[in-house]
């Protein structure tokens, strides 16, 4: 079965400075990968996603994740965090090959201070 | 602007009474996630539906939880009865198999007295 940790609960950083939340999954073969954020009193939105092919993927809002197989890692980064990027951010995997349930991480719930 | 909608956002409610909480999904998704998200458990998958049909209901209790699509517009997922340990923000999310993403609605925050 799957699954994926996230390591820290909460992480805080000052707005302008970069930022790294962490991401490991298990699964037998290469997974898809997501990233979701949840702004307080909100449902989850799509940040990015990794099908296959490059391994460092796009998303909104200025983000970006990169897959590293022999690290089973999905990390999500972002160079210069804004105020508004304070929220909850969750990692997710899914088997390949159909659509099946994605499995969610426990999120990391990230401040940021001016 | 396309997306999912759940009613109501806030029920509160007493132990032992009927909830129904409602999801509209996106339209032309074939795929509805129900979950419950709570401080100490996080974000659970209760059940989820492809076509209306119900494919996996494991992570939900079997004997006061149950979870129906009527009709594509339309995900039902009652609790009867209700107890304290129920409430949690539960979450619909739709998706398809083309975009393999899923879109969740605003929630509804449900509290048992």
């Known amino acids: 079965a799957q699954s994926v940790t996230q390591p820290d609960i909460h992480i805080t950083v000052s707005e302008g400075a970069s930022l790294e939340l962490r991401c490991n999954y298990s699964y037998g073969a290469t997974p898809y990968l997501f990233w979701y954020v949840q702004s307080p009193g909100q449902g989850l939105q799509l940040l990015l996603k990794y099908f296959s092919g490059d391994t460092l993927v796009q998303g909104i809002k200025g983000f970006e994740a990169e897959f590293k197989r022999s690290q089973s890692s999905f990390n999500l980064r972002k160079p210069s965090v804004h105020w508004s990027d304070a929220a909850e951010y969750f990692c997710a995997v899914a088997p390949q090959g159909g659509y099946q349930k994605v499995t969610f991480g426990t999120g990391t719930k990230l401040q940021v201070i001016p | 602007d396309a997306r999912v909608t759940q009613t109501p956002r806030h029920k509160v409610t007493e132990m032992g009474q009927e909830v129904t909480m409602r999801c509209q999904p996106i339209l032309g998704h074939n795929t509805v996630f129900w979950y419950r998200q709570t401080m100490m458990q996080g974000l659970e998958l209760l059940a989820y539906?492809?076509?209306?049909?119900?494919?996996?209901d494991s992570g939900m209790p079997k004997d006061r939880f149950s979870a129906e699509m009527p009709d594509a517009t339309l995900a039902t997922l009652k609790i009867q009865p209700s107890e304290p340990r129920d409430s949690a923000v539960y979450f619909c999310a739709s998706g398809s198999r083309d975009i393999y993403e899923q879109y969740f609605g605003p929630g509804t925050r449900l509290t048992v007295t």
């Open positions: 539906f492809r076509n209306r049909a119900p494919l996996d």
